[in-house]
């Protein structure tokens, strides 16, 4: 009995002797696996800043995620993606500005096109993007980083819209974003330009600019008429094609000699002497030009997207031709 009785008490000690082992044990590896936890999100921490290059071969840190965004007339490209600035451009103390985009940003405060350095630094931005490198030529480049980190899109401010959506796409992590914008234009304007060849053929269109008394022709394969020509199908006129060959901007001066010489089935006019009277209106030989003879000329004021580029000035434009065409 007394041996049967001391077995049993060794039993019984060894049991609760591996079970206090087996406790350290389990104590152990959970200490393991906090430190293991505890690690982990270290090495998942998401980035708050990421380095690019910009078009003039700056290495910019920028915020992961950006949100006091300045990129004066670049607007048309953040609202497309979604994307309020802090900021917008305007010309004459805040008095002009994109109307067009006015619908979004109605209460966003204007800042001067020429972006002075102390109206910038008033709006704590945490990233400049600037349109093209003559907006930081000479020492402008150094003062504006010395601001924010400072992106310039292009060299040169003649790139394809779809072009520089996509740079600021990827620029701000919105890439998906910017090719859904852009696929979503490519299918609108391909039933729109199944509505016009419907509605004219292939008829040709002109787009025309008057301000301050003097007439202006858009080339043919940038603004507004890389929206009548290429997306929209319509015929090029002879006198754009030939001015478009020498063309240095977006609009070329035009004489009123030369645009009775027009050969354009349509005129879509962009009257921006419509509050001062637009005399040249009344002028014989602008009378006397066949569209506007035959009253095929279609009036827009300057708040209109036709002075301007973009997934929104564009689809706003290819708007206002599909309902003048098909009256």
């Known amino acids: 009995m007394f041996t049967n009785k001391k077995r049993n008490i060794m039993t019984a000690s060894f049991l609760a002797l591996s079970l206090s082992l087996a406790g350290c044990g389990d104590n152990g590896g959970s200490a393991t696996q906090n430190k293991d936890e505890q690690s982990k999100p270290a090495a998942e921490e998401v980035a708050t800043e990421r380095t690019v290059t910009d078009a003039m071969g700056h290495e910019v840190t920028i915020p992961a995620n950006p949100q006091h965004i300045i990129a004066s007339y670049l607007e048309d490209n953040l609202v497309a993606l979604g994307i309020t600035p802090v900021a917008q451009w305007s010309v004459k103390d805040g008095a002009g500005t994109q109307a067009y985009l006015q619908e979004y940003l109605k209460d966003i405060p204007t800042i001067p096109h020429d972006l002075p350095f102390e ?3 008033s709006f704590a931005p945490d ?56 696929d979503d234009y490519e299918i609108k304007a391909a039933e729109s330009r ?65 645009l009775a010489e027009l050969d354009a089935d349509h005129i879509f006019l962009i009257n921006s002497d419509k509050g001062n009277g637009a005399e040249m209106l009344q002028d014989p030989v602008w009378k006397n030009i066949p569209a506007v003879k ?3 000329i279609y009036e827009y004021g300057a708040e209109t997207s036709w002075l301007y580029s973009g997934a929104i000035a564009n689809t706003q434009i290819m708007e206002d031709v599909v309902e003048s065409l098909t009256k």
């Open 127 to 182: 990233l400049l993007i600037m349109n093209a490198a003559e907006a930081v030529e000479g020492s402008k480049y150094e003062q504006y980083a010395k601001i924010a980190p400072t992106y310039v899109v292009e060299v040169e401010n003649n790139s394809d819209w779809r072009d520089k959506l996509l740079k600021v796409g990827e620029l701000l992590g919105e890439t998906d974003k910017a090719q859904q914008v852009l």
């Open 194 to 258: 199944e509505v016009i060849q419907n509605a004219v053929g292939t008829e040709s269109a002109a787009a025309i600019w008057l301000v301050n008394n003097s007439f202006f022709i858009v080339s043919d394969n940038v603004s507004s008429g890389a929206v009548l020509y290429g997306d929209l199908g319509l015929t090029t006129p002879n006198v754009v094609k030939e001015i478009s060959s020498t063309a240095t901007g977006n609009w070329s001066a035009i004489s009123l000699e030369r």
């Open 294 to 296: 035959n009253g095929h």
């Open 119 to 121: 109206v910038v630094t």
